[in-house]
C-alpha cells in the first residue's frame, strides 16, 4: 500500500484538519469550490494513483448537498486510480431511516450506503451510527467506533458525586448502561407514553422514570440531539421528580431549529457533544462543552493503513 493521504469536503474541514496535525500529514489538496449554480466542483490537485486515500466528510446539514460533495468526491479518486478509498463519516446522515417501520416509506440509511459503494469507497469509517444494523446495509468493510471512550473519560476527569446514568428511552438502554459500568454509576430508564386522557394527545407526553433519581445527579445519554424537543422534555421529568444536577452527553450534536433555545430554557447544566458536525453554533452558548474526536479517528485511520486491529479502540 501506498501514501497514507487525507481530504477533506466542506463539511468539517477543521476536524479533518486537526486529524492531519496528529498524524503529521498535510491536508490533500483539491479544488472544493462551487459553480455559480450551486453545483458542487471538485478536483484533486495531487497524484493519488496507488494512494491509500482517506476523504473526510460528516453527511451534516445541509444534507444533500454534502452527501452529494462526498459521492463527487468518490467517483473523483475512483477515476484518478487509487488503490483503496476509505470514506471517514463522523456523522451519518439519513441513519434514522433504518427501517420500514410505516407503511411505504424509504429506507433511506440503506440507498445512501448503496450510494457510497457504488460512488468508489471501499470501506467506511463511522462514528456513534444511529442504528449498529446499519453496518450491514453495506457489502463493504465498515469500521463503526464510539465517541464513549472521549465522553467517559471526560466525565472521569470531571466526576460527579451520587451519579446515576439516563438512558432517555428503552433504545439507548444499552449505550446507558455501559456509560453506568465504566463510571461505577447507578443506571435509569425513562420511558415516552402518550396520556390519552388530555386533549391533542398525540403532542402530549408522560415521563415514566424507571429508577431511582430522586436527590441524584443525572447524567442523560444519548448518540444525538436534533430538535431537543425529547432530551429537554427528560430533563424536566428528572427535575419534576426530584433530581439534583442534570447533564448529558450527546455525541453528534445536530441542533435544529430552535434546538439551542430549549436547551438554555430547561433545566440542563451542560451539554457535553463531539466536534462529528462543526461546532460553530454552540460556541456561542455557555451551556455546550465540545471534545474532539480527532485522535481517535486519527487512530483508527493509522490502523486501518497499517493493516492492524481497529477494536483496540473500542471500550
Do not use: W
Not at 70 to 84: Q, T, V, Y
Not at 178 to 200: C, E, H, M, S
Not at 254 to 266: C, Q, Y
Amino acid at each position: 500500500m501506498n501514501s497514507l493521504q487525507i481530504f477533506s469536503g466542506n463539511a468539517n474541514r477543521p476536524l479533518a484538519e486537526e486529524i492531519c496535525q496528529y498524524l503529521g500529514l498535510s491536508l490533500g489538496r483539491a479544488n472544493t469550490s462551487r459553480f455559480p449554480d450551486g453545483e458542487f466542483n471538485f478536483q484533486i490537485l495531487e497524484n493519488v494513483r496507488g494512494g491509500d486515500v482517506f476523504i473526510l466528510q460528516s453527511t451534516c446539514p445541509p444534507v444533500d448537498e454534502n452527501l452529494m460533495e462526498l459521492l463527487i468526491m468518490l467517483d473523483a479518486f475512483r477515476r484518478s486510480s487509487a488503490e483503496r478509498i476509505t470514506a471517514v463519516i463522523p456523522y451519518y446522515g439519513y441513519a434514522r431511516g433504518d427501517k420500514k417501520d410505516k407503511p411505504r416509506i424509504a429506507i433511506s440509511a440503506k440507498l445512501v450506503a448503496n450510494l457510497l459503494h457504488t460512488a468508489g469507497a471501499d470501506r467506511v469509517l463511522a462514528v456513534d451510527l444511529h442504528a449498529p444494523q446499519i453496518q450491514g446495509f453495506f457489502d463493504i468493510p465498515v469500521d463503526h467506533l464510539f465517541a464513549a471512550p472521549v465522553m467517559i473519560e471526560y466525565f472521569a476527569q470531571n466526576p460527579l458525586d451520587n451519579l446515576v446514568v439516563v438512558a432517555p428511552d428503552p433504545g439507548g438502554a444499552e449505550r446507558a448502561r455501559a456509560y453506568a459500568k465504566r463510571l461505577n454509576a447507578d443506571f435509569a430508564i425513562v420511558d415516552k407514553r402518550r396520556d390519552k386522557t388530555q386533549p391533542g394527545h398525540s403532542e402530549a407526553e408522560v415521563m415514566n422514570i424507571i429508577g431511582n433519581v430522586e436527590g441524584r445527579n443525572c447524567l442523560i445519554v444519548d448518540d444525538m440531539v436534533d430538535t431537543a424537543g425529547t432530551l429537554t422534555k427528560v430533563a424536566e421529568a428528572l427535575k419534576e421528580a426530584g433530581a439534583g444536577r442534570i447533564l448529558t452527553s450527546c455525541v453528534h450534536a445536530v441542533l435544529s431549529g430552535k434546538a439551542i433555545e430549549r436547551i438554555e430554557r430547561s433545566p440542563l447544566e451542560k451539554v457535553i457533544v463531539t466536534n462529528s458536525l462543526p461546532p460553530d453554533r454552540i460556541s456561542r452558548s455557555e451551556i455546550f462543552e465540545c471534545l474532539s474526536i480527532a485522535p481517535l479517528l486519527a487512530e483508527a485511520i493509522k490502523s486501518i493503513h497499517d493493516e492492524t486491529s481497529v477494536s483496540r479502540l473500542f471500550i
